[in-house]
């Protein structure tokens, strides 16, 4: 009997930890579903005997691009009608990292040790989150592995090009605004200081405009260190304020409320739940089960509450548009999708649109959000900048002024 250490999500969605005993990876993950509790990361809290250390297989493991050129490739080649075992050898063999090379023979081997490809997954879950695992399984048990593959592989592709077209719209405004910060700060600590100085000798006084300069730039000097430290101290509370549940879950169902964030982050958590839905459910995943996967992978703590009750509500036999409608998360678009797909029994093709249609408003919203953003920003500094010039040369304007 061995121990395996968990970080899982309950029926209300709230993260929690703690220790199973089972023989395997297999029974303590069925252990916790009957505790209906969602695992997200299972790890044996013996020392691993063979193979890499632990650390550095979770350094090595198949993530990213990696993971979707193994899935369409694993779907290829079984869609070619090779044998799950040598697809996996033959993917094994044309390995060139050495991490890879070795979690591809464990899998190998797993396989020709009798057990399914789900439960070989499941014990690599930082490599193999639960919706793939949960879709491999649906697909093993209905025969129709190689196109479950290609579906995740698509799932998979997408869902990286929707982060990078989310980090790509990001950068920019985010480098934008440190520039800024770092030009009026290098401005007012070093070049302010020595031009004003030698205004400090006359006896006129100086202009309200300069007196407002030179008391922002003494401020900003002394109180420079003491900023930083604060705004680190902030940070650091607040990181530790937010690990406990309580607090995270309000913070996240603020979030949902802010004027031009809250409307971006709710549609990619529902377009993240739409689309992990419809592939478990295109893929005969039952649907309480693809529910409760589908709420583990958002992001939004608030929003994965809801989802989970709305869950629970379908388990006491509501129908699956009223139970979301509850949540107050869906709009009417959403609703009436999923609502006609529910009735006319296309519910993942019309899960899969609904997707489509969020990720659309995401991206319309997000460039709304920066388009607004970049010109306040450059007209915020544009002013600063006028300001300190028209502090430094009303002196001198006035200097001159006085000579004449």
């Known amino acids: 009997m061995t121990r395996w250490r968990y970080h899982a999500l309950d029926h209300q969605g709230m993260p929690c930890r703690g220790e199973v005993q089972a023989d395997n990876a297999r029974a303590a993950r069925a252990q916790l579903q009957q505790q209906r509790l969602i695992p997200l990361r299972l790890r044996e809290v013996q ?14 493991a198949l993530n990213g691009k990696a993971l979707v050129l193994f899935t369409r490739q ?23 990292k050495p991490g890879q090379r070795t979690l591809l023979a464990q899998l190998h081997h797993h396989i020709l040790e009798g057990m399914s490809f789900s439960d070989a997954l499941a014990g690599h879950p930082r490599t193999f989150p639960p919706l793939f695992r949960a879709t491999v399984a ?8 190689d196109q479950v593959l290609q579906r995740l592989a698509d799932n ?3 869902r990286q090009q ?7 719209a990001l950068l920019y405004p985010l480098i934008l605004t ?6 009026v700060t290098l401005l007012l600590t070093a070049v302010v200081p020595g031009i004003v100085a030698q205004f400090v000798h006359m006896q006129q006084a100086l202009p309200l405009s300069t007196r407002l300069l030179m008391a922002g730039s003494s401020a900003l000097q002394i109180a420079a260190p003491w900023l930083a430290g604060g705004v680190g101290l902030l940070l650091f509370g607040l990181r530790l304020w937010l690990k406990k549940p309580r607090h995270r879950l309000h913070w996240h169902r603020l979030q949902l409320r802010l004027p031009l964030a809250g409307p971006v982050i709710r549609e990619l958590n529902l377009a993240r739940y739409a689309r992990t839905l419809s592939i478990l459910h295109t893929s005969a995943v039952p649907l309480l089960d693809a529910m409760h996967i589908s709420a583990g992978v958002l992001a939004n703590s608030y929003a994965r509450q809801q989802l989970l009750q709305a869950r629970e509500q379908v388990r006491e036999g509501s129908t699956l548009i009223a139970a979301l409608t509850q949540t107050g998360l869906l709009s009417p678009m959403m609703r009436n999708l999923i609502g006609s797909g529910e009735r006319s029994g296309e519910l993942g093709n019309m899960l899969a649109h609904t997707a489509d249609i969020q990720e659309n408003a995401f991206f319309s919203r997000m460039a709304l959000t920066v388009a607004l953003f ?3 920003l450059i007209v915020t500094m544009a002013g600063v900048v006028l300001f300190i010039i028209l502090a430094i040369l009303q002196p001198i304007l006035q200097l001159n002024t006085m000579v004449s």
């Open 138 to 145: 649906a697909g093993e048990a209905s025969g129709h592995l």
């Open 156 to 158: 998979l592709e997408q």
């Open 178 to 183: 440190v520039i800024a910060i770092g030009v």
């Open 74 to 96: 694993l779907a290829t080649l079984i869609g070619a009608a090779l044998p799950l075992e040598e697809a996996l050898n033959t993917l094994a063999e044309q390995c060139e």
């Open 374 to 376: 970049e010109p306040l």
């Open 162 to 168: 929707v982060n990078g077209k989310l980090l790509q």
């Open 47 to 60: 020392t691993r005997t063979g193979g890499l250390p632990d650390w550095l297989h979770q350094r090595s």
